[in-house]
C-alpha cells in the first residue's frame, strides 16, 4: 500500500525551505490537528536515523543508550510506570526507527504541538507520559526526571537531521482507507487465526520466554488500555498493514488490515483511565465519539465493549 | 563573512542538499544525518502574527510576550506573588535582542533543534527547559518554572516556532555570540571604567542602573536594562563572566567598540557588584571544562582567581587543554 505523489517541484521546494530561508516568513500550518505524514515520493526513500555507530561515546550518548534500553525494556526498566506488559518497541518497530511504526523521528520534531486528545499543547515530554498512561496503563513518569529525559534524548538523536516541526513522509502509521462495505470482526477473526494466533496466541495472550514477553498481548489485562490510541481501528489498521505479521508488513489487504484491527479492538482491555464517573456512555462520549473509528462503549453481538478488565 | 558570499555558500549547500536527497533515492548511504548549516533568517522572517488564533499560536505568542515583556509576567513587582519567576526587572530580550531571533545576540532561533544537549555548567545532558530554568536562576536572578506551566510551555513553543524547518542536530550559523579573540593581557577595570562612560553611560547610567519605563513597582521593567546591582543578572549568569560580558559589548551594544575597549568595559562591568547565586562552586562540577573565565572557586589550574576573573586568559586557555589533553590520553 505504498501512495506516490508526483509532485517532484512540491518536495524540492520543501528541502530548500529547509535549508535556505527561500520565503518572507515561515509558513505555519494549521496547528489545530498534528498533520499526517504527507505521501512519500516515488524513488525517494523514507528518512533514517542515524546508526548505531555514529552515536558518540559521551555523556550524549550514555543517556541515548540508556533511553534506547529503556525504550526495548520498559517493563523491565521501568516498572514503577509500566503497569503492562508492553515494552515501547512493541508498537514502534525496530527501536523506534521504522516509517509507518510511528518513528521516534516523526514524532519528536513534531512538539511541542495541540492535541486534540487533551485539548492542549503537549509538550515531547507530555506526548510520551501519554503512552505511559494509555498505551502502557501506567502511570506517567515525572517530566523532569531521568527516565523521560532519556526517552527525549533517544527520540532526539534518531531525529538527527529531521526538520524541525515538519511532518515527514512515514511519521505515524500512514492509515489504510476504510473498507468501502465496512470492517467485519467475524472476518477479521479469520485473518487473526490464520496469520496472527501462531505469535499472539488463539486468546491474544502474546507469548512468553521465561517471564519476558517476547510477543505482546493484543487484549486482556497485560494490553494496552482503553485510553491508547491502538483501541482506534483505524490507528491499529495501519499498524498492521505496514507491519504485520513480523517480518511480512505490506502483505495483507487494506480490508484484511481494518478487519483484522477490529476483530483484536472488540476485545476487553484495561479501562481507560479517563473513565467519567464509572460511566461507560459518559467516557464514550467524552473521549471516544470523536477519536476515530472505534468500538468503545458500543455493543456487539449483545455485548457492550469497553467494561475493562477487572 | 560578506553577504554576496553567504548566498554563494547557502546557494552551493542547497544544491548539494537537494542533489544529495536525489542521489540518496538510490545509493547508501544517506547524508541526511550529518549536520547541516543553518543561517537564521532575517528578523521579520519570525512573524507570530503570521500564526493562526489557536491553542498553539496563542502559546508561541505567550511565549513572545514573556521574552520581551518577562518583568510584566514573571517579574517580582507583579500583582500575584506566585507568578514572581524572576528575582530582577530585565526581559529575556534585554541579551537575546530582538526576541531572541537577532544573529549573535544568543538567538532562540534553532534551539529547539539542538537540545537536548550535553552542557559544562551541569556536566550533564540538559533539555530545553533545564535550559531555561538556568536563566530563570541566573541571568533572571529568580527561581525555575515547573515545566508544566503555561509559562515553560509557551517558552519551549515560542523556541520551537523560531526553529521550524530546522533539521535536528543542525549547526546554527550565528547561535551564542560572535567569537572574538580576548586581548593577551590582564583586562583593566579602569581603563574599562572610561570606555564605559564614553560608551555606555549615556543609556545604561552612570551607576549602571538603566533606565525604568515607570516607577519602582509598576512592573513595567526598563528601557534600557540594569547591568549590576540589585535588579541585574546574578554572579552565576553567563553575562557575569569576562570574556562572555566582552563578546556581547563588543558585538551587541555599541559597535563602535576596539577589542581592547570590549575587553576593559567587560572587566569594568564584571568588577560591579550583583546578587550572588548560591552554591556556585557546585558550577562545572568537570573540572576540566570550567571556563577560564568563571572566577570562582574551586580553581583548578594553580593560577589565582584575579587571573580568572581579568586574565590573561590565554595561558589559562592552553592549560586547560593540556589538562584536557591529558585526560584524554588518560582514557585511552
Known amino acids: 500500500m505504498k501512495r506516490h505523489s508526483k509532485n517532484l517541484v512540491a518536495l524540492l521546494s520543501l528541502l530548500l525551505c529547509a535549508h535556505v530561508f527561500a520565503a518572507d516568513k515561515i509558513k505555519m500550518e494549521d496547528q489545530t490537528q498534528i498533520p499526517a505524514a504527507p505521501n512519500k515520493l516515488s524513488g525517494v526513500k523514507y528518512f533514517s536515523p542515524p546508526e548505531d555507530a555514529d552515536l558518540q561515546n559521551n555523556a550524549f550518548g550514555d543517556l541515548v543508550r540508556k533511553g534506547e534500553a529503556l525504550f526495548v525494556n520498559t517493563k523491565a526498566l521501568a516498572p514503577l510506570n509500566v503497569g503492562n506488559e508492553m515494552n515501547c518497541v512493541n508498537c514502534h518497530l525496530d527501536r523506534g526507527r521504522k516509517a509507518n511504526s510511528s518513528p521516534m523521528w516523526g514524532a519528536y520534531p513534531m512538539y511541542p504541538a495541540y492535541r486534540k486528545k487533551n485539548n492542549k499543547v503537549n509538550t515531547y515530554a507530555e506526548r510520551l507520559q501519554g503512552c505511559f498512561s494509555f498505551s502502557m496503563n501506567g502511570t506517567p513518569p515525572p517530566a523532569d526526571g531521568e527516565i523521560i529525559l532519556a526517552l527525549t534524548a533517544y527520540s532526539y538523536w534518531l531525529s538527527t537531521g529531521a526538520p524541525t516541526a515538519k511532518a515527514l513522509p512515514g511519521r505515524g502509521f500512514d492509515e489504510p482507507p476504510p473498507p468501502k462495505g465496512g470492517f467485519d470482526v467475524a472476518r477479521g477473526k479469520v485473518v487473526y487465526e490464520k496469520q496472527c494466533v501462531i505469535c499472539h496466541g488463539e486468546n491474544g495472550e502474546g507469548k512468553k520466554v521465561g517471564v519476558n514477553y517476547v510477543f505482546p498481548p493484543l487484549w486482556g489485562k497485560d494490553s494496552y488500555n482503553w485510553g491508547a490510541g491502538m483501541h482506534r481501528i483505524n490507528t491499529a489498521a495501519g499498524f498492521i498493514q505496514h507491519n504485520m505479521p513480523l517480518g511480512r508488513g505490506e502483505t495483507l489487504s487494506d480490508i484484511e488490515a481494518w478487519d483484522v484491527a477490529a476483530y483484536v479492538n472488540v476485545h476487553e482491555r484495561p479501562q481507560d483511565p479517563r473513565l467519567v464517573e464509572g460511566d461507560i456512555e459518559k467516557t464514550r462520549k467524552r473521549f471516544h465519539a470523536d477519536d476515530g473509528v472505534n468500538l468503545y462503549g458500543t455493543t456487539v453481538n449483545g455485548v457492550l465493549i469497553g467494561q475493562g478488565i477487572k | ?57 496563542r502559546l508561541v505568542r505567550y511565549g513572545k510576550k514573556l521574552t520581551d515583556e518577562t518583568y510584566a509576567v514573571i517579574g517580582p513587582e507583579v500583582k500575584n506573588p506566585k507568578m514572581r519567576y524572576a528575582g530582577n526587572n530585565l526581559a529575556c530580550s534585554s541579551c537575546h535582542q530582538e526576541s531572541g531571533t537577532l544573529a549573535y545576540a544568543i538567538p532562540f532561533v534553532g534551539v529547539s533543534a539542538v537540545f537536548p544537549q550535553y552542557r559544562p555548567r551541569e556536566d550533564d545532558v540538559s533539555t530545553v527547559e533545564e535550559r531555561v530554568n538556568g536563566c530563570m536562576q541566573r541571568s533572571m536572578n529568580g527561581r525555575p518554572l515547573p515545566y508544566d506551566s503555561r509559562e515553560m510551555k509557551a517558552y519551549v513553543s515560542y523556541m520551537n516556532f523560531l526553529s521550524k524547518g530546522i533539521p535536528v542536530g543542525s549547526i546554527i550559523d550565528g547561535s551564542g555570540l560572535k567569537a572574538m579573540k580576548a586581548p593577551n593581557r590582564s583586562a583593566d577595570p579602569q581603563a574599562g571604567g572610561q570606555v564605559f562612560a564614553r560608551n555606555c553611560v549615556r543609556c545604561h547610567g552612570a551607576e549602571g542602573q538603566g533606565e525604568r519605563t515607570g516607577k519602582v513597582g509598576d512592573a513595567q521593567g526598563y528601557n534600557v536594562p540594569p547591568l549590576w546591582g540589585k535588579d541585574s543578572f546574578n554572579d552565576g549568569a553567563g553575562m557575569s563572566r569576562l570574556l562572555i560580558a566582552m563578546r556581547f559589548a563588543k558585538h551587541d551594544m555599541v559597535k563602535t567598540l576596539t577589542d581592547d575597549q570590549a575587553y576593559d568595559v567587560a572587566a569594568y562591568i564584571v568588577t560591579q557588584p550583583r546578587p550572588h547565586k548560591a552554591n556556585l562552586e557546585k558550577d562545572f562540577p568537570a573540572k576540566w571544562n570550567k571556563p577560564v573565565d568563571a572566577a570562582f572557586p574551586p580553581y583548578v589550574d594553580g593560577a589565582t582567581p584575579e587571573q580568572h576573573k581579568y586574565g590573561p586568559f590565554a595561558p589559562l586557555a592552553e592549560k586547560m587543554k593540556a589538562l584536557k589533553d591529558q585526560m584524554q590520553s588518560n582514557n585511552k
Do not use: F
Not at chain 2, 537537494?18 to 522572517?45: D, F, H, T, W
Open chain 2, 1 to 57: 563573512m560578506k553577504s554576496n558570499k553567504i548566498l554563494k555558500v547557502l546557494a552551493l549547500s542547497a544544491s548539494t542538499l537537494v542533489l544529495s536527497y536525489m542521489v540518496n533515492a538510490r545509493a547508501q548511504p544517506s547524508p541526511q544525518n550529518a549536520p547541516q548549516i543553518i543561517k537564521i533568517g532575517p528578523v521579520e522572517y519570525y512573524d507570530i502574527d503570521n500564526l493562526p488564533d489557536d491553542h498553539y499560536g
